[in-house]
């Protein structure tokens, strides 16, 4: 079964200090991995995505992801965090469907909290 | 443009009450979806359009219905709410599939069924 996977349920940080959020994936075939953040009462926000190419993916907001296929990872990294990062984030893979259009499966989410 | 609109923010329904959450997108997307979003587990996917004419069912479509109205819209349906179907609901659109774009999500609807 295709999945994706984000171990911690909360991530502390110092602001100014870097943060790091985990997602590990099980896919068949190639990856389509995206990351989203959601402030709260709000939708989801696309930050990046991975689909090809460079291992180190840039996005928005300052953030980017590391893509490692042999630790079927794509953890997402901030060098400086925040306070108004503090927030809950996904990550997401693409999952294949029989109408070829496919669907996003979500890891259950990973609270960040900065503080000053 | 407005982007994804859903409607209402909130509501409040007694057990075995019906309603329907309503989206709509402005930004010519073939592709809509419905999601619930519940602590702990992320997003799970009730129903999806690929696009206008089909839908399709995803992890989770035991209560609902839905109707892909027109381009535009897609609304989802709750014949007879159960407290089980409290959560957060949201929309999104992508104008294709996954493999170069990311989905646009709409601001959520609020569901309590008591």
């Known amino acids: 079964a295709q999945s994706v996977a984000q171990p911690e349920d909360q991530v502390n940080v110092a602001e100014g200090n870097p943060l790091t959020v985990k997602c590990t994936y099980s896919?068949?075939?190639?990856?389509?991995l995206f990351w989203y953040v959601q402030y709260p009462n709000r939708g989801l926000q696309f930050l990046l995505k991975?689909?090809?190419?460079?291992?180190l993916v840039k996005g928005s907001y300052g953030f980017e992801a590391e893509f490692n296929k042999s630790q079927t990872s794509f953890h997402l990294k901030k060098p400086s965090a925040l306070v108004s990062d503090s927030a809950l984030y996904f990550c997401?893979?693409?999952?294949?469907?029989?109408?070829?259009?496919?669907?996003?499966?979500f890891g259950a989410g990973t609270q960040v909290v900065v503080t000053p | 443009n407005a982007g994804v609109t859903q409607t209402p923010k909130f509501q409040v329904l007694k057990t075995g009450q019906s309603m329907t959450l309503q989206c709509a997108q402005d930004?010519?997307?073939?592709?809509m979806y419905w999601y619930r979003q519940d602590p702990g587990m992320g997003l799970r996917l009730i129903y999806y359009?690929?696009?206008?004419?089909?839908?399709d069912k995803g992890e989770v479509p035991n209560g609902y219905n839905v109707s892909r109205l027109n381009k535009r819209e897609f609304s989802l349906r709750l014949e007879s709410a159960a407290p089980s179907q409290t959560s957060v609901y949201f929309c999104?659109?992508?104008?294709?599939?996954?493999?170069?774009?990311?989905?646009?999500f709409g601001p959520g609807t609020r569901l309590t069924v008591l």
């Open positions: 896919v068949s075939g190639n990856p389509y």
């Open positions: 930004m010519n997307h073939n592709s």
């Open positions: 999104a659109s992508i104008i294709r599939g996954f493999q170069y774009n990311e989905q646009f």
């Open positions: 997401a893979v693409r999952v294949m469907t029989t109408d070829s259009w496919g669907k996003l499966q």
């Open positions: 359009s690929a696009s206008e004419g089909t839908t």
């Open positions: 991975y689909i090809t190419g460079d291992n």
